[in-house]
Structure formats: structure tokens, C-alpha cells
């Protein structure tokens, strides 16, 4: 089945700087990788999300990168703010349900 | 504000009693996911609802079963409950199955003394 790699599990930049988040994945299959955010004792948003058929995308200061043939995609957040301090996970799925990656802690420093 | 609801919001139960969780889809969503998100954890894979069948099982035990309703609501119920199934309970609705999105509800957080 698939398994979905993240890293790091924690991240600290300071505000204004970028924040990178990487994940891999085992199943060629797959086709949908979508990123949640997941505040304290909140529920996971979906931030973005992209499919096989493109190989990047963006909504203002988030972005996402894919590379099917590395087998792997990752989130980019620019201008990072105190309010984007969460955690973050990266899912995959194709002839599977969505498997998670075990979360990044990303800690905004003011 | 995504519209799926889950009840309870928390709840305490003892080793080997039984409990049922409910979810509320999102008007429109036909489709049901359940995940067990343990501490410090991404959320894994329960199974689905499709239409009141279930539509995939990831690898959880038996007594973890379901239903869902003519509305799409759906019910998670776990027997015999066990310390390890103390977690945060999250449902997720969507359109439809396969690769569409997912929206989750806040999680109903059990305990299991």
C-alpha cells in the first residue's frame, strides 16, 4: 500500500522568512496529494492541494510542487506570519484512500 | 465554516464498553470517511461510506464498524474498547469517492481509562 514520508517534523523560521516541507511517496498510482493545517485542538483545513496533471501550484503565499517521477511533493509558504504556526500534513491517494504523513510543527518566530 | 459536525465533542469511556460516534456530511457530500488521529499523529485511514455501503477498510480491527445513513450522516461504533483507541475521532465528507476533497469535522477526542 502506500506510505507517505514527511520531513522535517518540526521547523522554526522567523517571521517574514520561507518554509519548505517535504514528502514522498511509494505508490506510482497516486494522483491526489492535498496539504492540511491543523491548529491546536482544531480540526485539519485543506490549504491546497494538486493533482498528477500539474506540476505546481499557488494561492497567494502557498504553493505546491510536484515531481511524479522523484515521487515526491512539497509546500512552500513565503512571507511566513506568527498565525501560520501549526501543524502541517501532506496526504496522498490514488487507488487508495488518503494516507497522511506524520505532521510537520512549524513554529513562526516574531 | 466547512458544514460537516460531529457528536460528541469528547468522551470518557472505560476498557471494554462500547462507543458510537456520529457525523453530519456536508450538505451536497455523498461520502463519509472515517480517521483515528492518535497523539502527535496524522490521521489514519478507518473506512468510507459511499451511498450507505462501505467503500474501503484500512487495516483496523472488527469491533471498528459503520454505517451510514439515507442522509449521509454516518455512525462509527467501537466495541470492546481498548486504551489504544484513547485518540481524536475525525470524519471527513466529500462530493464524491475516489480523489475528490476532503472536509473534515472538529473530531470527537475519546478517552479510554
Redesign the interface.
Known amino acids: 500500500g502506500e506510505n507517505v514520508e ?1 520531513h522535517p517534523s518540526t521547523l522554526s523560521v522567523q517571521e517574514g522568512d520561507s518554509a519548505v516541507i517535504k514528502c514522498t511517496y511509494s505508490d506510482s498510482a497516486s ?2 496529494f ?1 496539504w ?1 493545517k491543523q491548529e491546536l485542538g ?5 490549504i491546497i ?1 494538486i ?1 498528477s496533471n500539474v506540476g505546481e501550484k499557488k494561492d497567494q503565499r502557498i504553493a505546491v510542487t510536484l515531481n511524479k517521477t522523484a515521487k515526491h511533493f512539497s509546500l512552500h509558504i513565503t512571507e511566513t506570519q506568527p498565525e501560520d504556526s501549526a501543524v502541517y ?1 501532506c ?1 496522498a ?2 487507488n ?8 510537520t510543527r512549524l513554529s513562526v518566530i516574531a | 465554516e ?1 458544514g ?1 459536525t460531529q457528536s460528541p465533542t469528547h468522551l470518557i469511556k472505560t476498557r471494554g464498553q462500547q462507543v458510537t460516534l456520529r457525523c453530519s456530511s456536508q450538505s451536497g457530500h455523498n461520502t463519509v ?1 472515517w480517521y483515528q488521529q492518535a497523539l ?6 478507518i473506512f ?1 461510506y459511499y451511498r450507505e455501503e462501505e467503500n ?1 477498510r ?1 487495516n483496523f480491527p472488527p469491533r471498528f464498524s459503520g454505517l451510514q445513513f439515507p442522509n449521509y450522516s454516518s455512525e462509527l461504533n467501537v466495541n470492546a474498547l481498548e486504551l489504544d483507541d484513547s485518540a481524536l475521532y ?1 470524519c471527513a465528507s466529500s462530493l464524491a469517492r475516489g ?1 475528490e ?7 470527537t477526542r475519546l478517552l479510554v481509562l
Not at chain 1, 42 to 46: A, D, F, N, S, T
Not at chain 2, 40 to 45: E, S
Open positions: 514527511q494522483n491526489y492535498p492540511y482544531k480540526r485539519p483545513q485543506l492541494d493533482r500534513f496526504a491517494s490514488g487508495t484512500p488518503l494516507v497522511f504523513g506524520k505532521g | 466547512t460537516v470517511s502527535g499523529q496524522g490521521p489514519q485511514f468510507q474501503g484500512g475525525l480523489q476533497t476532503q472536509y473534515f469535522g472538529p473530531g
